[in-house]
């Protein structure tokens, strides 16, 4: 296979610098067995697992034109989208304001993921801009975009705030590379060899006008061979053979070119010990990745045995970013919007909740969570109870925030609300195709303490 002409043009930039610029201090030696064996299992989506990754966005609009333009044949607009991808919310008062939207999802052959006439059964990325939540005491989002495109910038070299991505699987990566070359869109190469001698390749994009960073692997890729020999990769191995084997074993041999099967969500973070901590007690996650070199160590944790959708935490040196702003400051603002604005978690006006993975398990009790919250160890923990519809499909104990900022949306059996969720019993009504949005209602944010 030939490459086309702005194929080769990026085979003639400049040698790539890394992540690996310092290796980091004492990092941990354990690590996990890297056995093959694996748990063969439904794919992670809407009612089953891991079913989406969401952003705020200033122009959600636009990213989701770009991944339909891209990576279309895989995805679609998902089914419960507003017309025109905007949905007006009117107050009170008469007044309205806009939920901008911008959501796909990955089309999908498994029987298994619970989608509906108005819901998408495949893995969601979504980016969303409701107008009127704010960032009180941090960045605003198209702050933390510009911040995210700067150090990006060509994606010419890596960066530790590539770490913050949505993962994957293809078993044709070359067909998304010509796309992208055609109409030179900036992408990372990666390869790397896995335990197995499997040569494999990944490409990292920016979704642009967002801070949505997409990683997609596939093995045997052309264009990733040919720029491995030719010295224009990243190197570092971005799957290791336990993951590479579970995703082939969860997609089968017959997996469809036509298809991305969502294999991981990922953040960076400065403090391991706190995600370990909070994954392990408060969500009841087991971990099922420990990878650690010199540069930077991995976590990711599997919520149940059957997940296909792992969620994965990096920790890099502060150098292996490009400028001041660092990944702990990334957490630092978002914490501290936190702070601001879910002093009641009864608010939901703080923008920083809508960056955020989602879990369902329609099944399984919240009940342990709530323990944790309500005990002295989850006293910092934050977390939002939005209103009850009058059905009782939506409302209570919907986001918890882990130490990163980022949030978890639990679609559980909420049997049990934590004490701050006590007076969600306002009602809203149910929505009725785009006669109301349940996100339209930002809470109750006056005169409601926190539980502590």
């Known amino acids: 296979q030939e490459l086309s002409e702005s194929a080769t043009k990026k085979l003639r930039r400049a040698p790539l610098r890394t992540c690996i610029l310092r290796p980091m201090s004492r990092l941990r030696a354990a690590t996990t067995s890297l056995a093959l064996a694996v748990v063969v299992a439904s794919k992670d989506g809407t009612g089953n697992g891991v079913s989406k990754s969401t952003y705020a966005a200033t122009d959600p609009i636009r990213g989701k034109e770009f991944l339909l333009t891209y990576f279309g044949n895989a995805m679609t607009t998902a089914s419960d989208e507003c017309t025109d991808d905007l949905c007006e919310c009117t107050e009170d008062d008469g007044s309205t304001w806009e939920i901008q939207q911008g959501?796909?999802?990955?089309?999908?052959?498994?029987?298994?993921?619970?989608?509906?006439?108005?819901?998408?059964?495949?893995?969601?990325?979504?980016?969303?801009?409701?107008?009127?939540?704010?960032?009180?005491?941090?960045?605003?989002?198209?702050?933390?975009?510009?911040?995210?495109?700067?150090?990006?910038?060509?994606?010419?070299?890596?960066?530790?705030?590539?770490?913050?991505?949505?993962?994957?699987?293809?078993?044709?990566?070359?067909?998304?590379?010509?796309?992208?070359?055609?109409?030179?869109?900036?992408?990372?190469?990666?390869?790397?060899?896995?335990?197995?001698?499997?040569?494999?390749?990944?490409?990292t994009v920016l979704v642009p006008s967002t801070h949505m960073v997409v990683e997609i692997y596939g093995e045997d890729s052309t264009y990733g061979l040919q720029r491995k020999l030719a010295g224009k990769t990243h190197t570092e191995v971005r799957l290791g053979a336990k993951q590479a084997a579970a995703i082939k074993a969860h997609v089968g041999a017959t997996a469809s070119s036509d298809l991305l099967y969502a294999t991981r969500v990922s953040r960076g973070t400065a403090d391991l010990d706190a995600i370990d901590t909070f994954?392990?007690?408060?969500?009841?996650?087991?971990?099922?990745?420990?990878?650690?070199?010199?540069?930077?160590?991995?976590?990711?944790?599997?919520?149940?045995?059957?997940?296909?959708?792992?969620?994965?935490?990096?920790?890099?040196d502060d150098s292996a970013t490009s400028s001041d702003f660092s990944v702990a400051d990334m957490e630092g603002q978002m914490n501290a919007v936190h702070a601001n604005l879910l002093v009641s978690p009864m608010c939901g006006t703080d923008k920083w909740l809508d960056n955020h993975h989602a879990f369902d398990d329609f099944e399984m009790s919240t009940s342990s969570i709530v323990e944790y919250l309500d005990s002295d160890a989850g006293a910092d923990v934050y977390y939002y109870c939005s209103p009850t519809t009058v059905d009782g499909s939506l409302g209570g104990f919907h986001y918890i925030i882990d130490p990163t900022g980022w949030g978890i949306q639990l679609d559980m059996d909420a049997t049990e609300q934590p004490s701050g969720c006590a007076d969600a019993a306002r009602q809203l009504p149910i929505q009725v195709g785009d006669t109301y949005n349940p996100a339209c209602d930002l809470g109750t944010c006056e005169g409601v303490a926190r539980r502590r």
């Open 103 to 203: 959501r796909v999802a990955l089309n999908t052959d498994s029987s298994l993921q619970l989608g509906g006439p108005n819901v998408s059964a495949g893995f969601g990325l979504h980016l969303v801009n409701l107008t009127k939540r704010v960032t009180t005491g941090g960045n605003t989002v198209g702050e933390i975009e510009q911040i995210f495109a700067d150090k990006l910038g060509d994606m010419s070299s890596c960066d530790a705030f590539m770490d913050y991505s949505v993962g994957l699987y293809t078993t044709d990566l070359d067909q998304y590379i010509t796309k992208l070359d055609a109409d030179s869109v900036d992408y990372l190469t990666s390869t790397w060899e896995d335990d197995s001698g499997a040569d494999w390749t990944s490409i």
């Open 279 to 316: 994954y392990l007690d408060a969500m009841g996650a087991t971990l099922d990745v420990d990878a650690s070199t010199d540069y930077f160590e991995r976590h990711c944790f599997k919520y149940t045995t059957s997940s296909t959708v792992d969620i994965c935490f990096v920790k890099r």
